[in-house]
């Protein structure tokens, strides 16, 4: 029966209907035979209707053999974007430490679409040969592939690349760009001497969103030299940038900057005032204890929680 059904479909690939193709294009990927390969790989190749073609890269996701990756590095090419997009799908669902070598070589090509997929199939695929190709991408000229870049150095943890993530933090035009550095920084040694003074530069970067990234990984990092500019990150214009300081604050476990945390207990945004508790909680001074027992009657229940969470820190730590 099972011979049947896979003739009946292979048939249908021939169908003049697009559609007929399409559903056939499912009908074998149900069958999970690997002997089928060739014929969605030529599907994917050579169809004429691009929602057949599209149809094929997805259900060849499945499988990660040479020829398939090829494929579907190839349709990256594809006059249809639906098409391509669904081939970089695909490539981003790689497992297999063995498709890297087609990637690296597809990091490469002239299309900017092609190696910015080809970038992030690498980036799943932790593939440590990539250092290079990616370390190459951050000076590319588009800036959907120098982000791709990044990631992958960012997953590869590799302290060569702490330099030039750094470089791009501090230089580069695109705000996208410069927020992923400042999160592919995360890394770092505290005390590095590219990530932690870039990072600080960023805190008073145009872009909120690139603050708010450098206020995180300064807090990733443990960045005691942080603490005072992280201070002054709790006036910044946009509440997202103070949240997040408060939090770095909160893992520095610094005392000192509990009274600066303390002020945004009164803030308008429970949010704000619920990261603000947490983090004195953490802080450890008893000078908290006053303006948390005051916050106790916070109208928001989740700011309250959080309250009697960081009181319950700072009554242990005394006992």
């Not at 697009?18 to 009908?27: G, P, S, T």
């Not at 057949?52 to 494929?71: G, K, P, T």
């Not at 679409?113 to 932790?126: H, K, Q, T, V």
Request: aromatic letters at 4%; one cysteine or more; a negative charge.
């Amino acid at each position: 029966m099972t011979d049947f059904f896979e003739s009946n479909a292979l048939a249908r690939l021939n169908d003049p209907d697009a559609a007929v193709r399409r559903i056939a294009v499912l009908d074998l990927a149900d069958l999970e035979d690997e002997a089928l390969i060739p014929a969605l790989v030529a599907t994917l190749r050579g169809d004429t209707a691009p929602e057949v073609r599209r149809e094929a890269a997805a259900v060849l996701a499945a499988w990660e053999q040479e020829d398939v990756v090829e494929a579907l590095c190839a349709a990256l090419l594809d006059a249809d974007a639906a098409v391509r997009e669904a081939a970089q799908q695909a490539l981003s669902e790689l497992k297999d430490a063995a498709s890297a070598s087609v990637l690296r070589r597809w990091a490469a090509r002239p299309e900017p679409f092609a190696r910015s997929a080809a970038l992030r199939g690498l980036r799943e695929l932790r593939d440590a040969a990539a250092f290079e190709p990616a370390r190459a991408a951050l000076d590319d000229a588009h800036a959907e592939v120098r982000l791709e870049a990044v990631a992958v150095l960012g997953w590869l943890k590799d302290s060569r690349a702490l330099a030039p993530l750094a470089a791009l933090l501090a230089s580069d035009a695109h705000g996208a760009v410069r927020r992923a550095a400042a999160g592919a920084l995360g890394f770092a040694a505290a005390d590095d001497e590219h990530a932690a003074p870039a990072l600080l530069h960023a805190l008073h970067d145009a872009d909120w969103q690139v603050r708010e990234e450098a206020a995180t990984t300064l807090g990733k990092l443990r960045a005691h030299a942080a603490r005072d500019a992280l201070v002054a990150a709790l006036d910044d214009d946009y509440w997202q940038v103070r949240l997040r300081a408060a939090r770095a604050l909160g893992r520095l476990a610094d005392p000192q900057a509990a009274v600066a945390v303390s002020a945004l207990l009164s803030h308008s945004i429970s949010n704000l005032r619920k990261e603000a508790a947490l983090a004195l909680g953490e802080l450890g001074s008893a000078h908290s204890i006053a303006p948390l027992q005051a916050a106790l009657e916070d109208r928001d229940p989740e700011v309250r929680k959080a309250v009697r969470i960081a009181l319950q820190q700072l009554e242990g730590a005394a006992s």
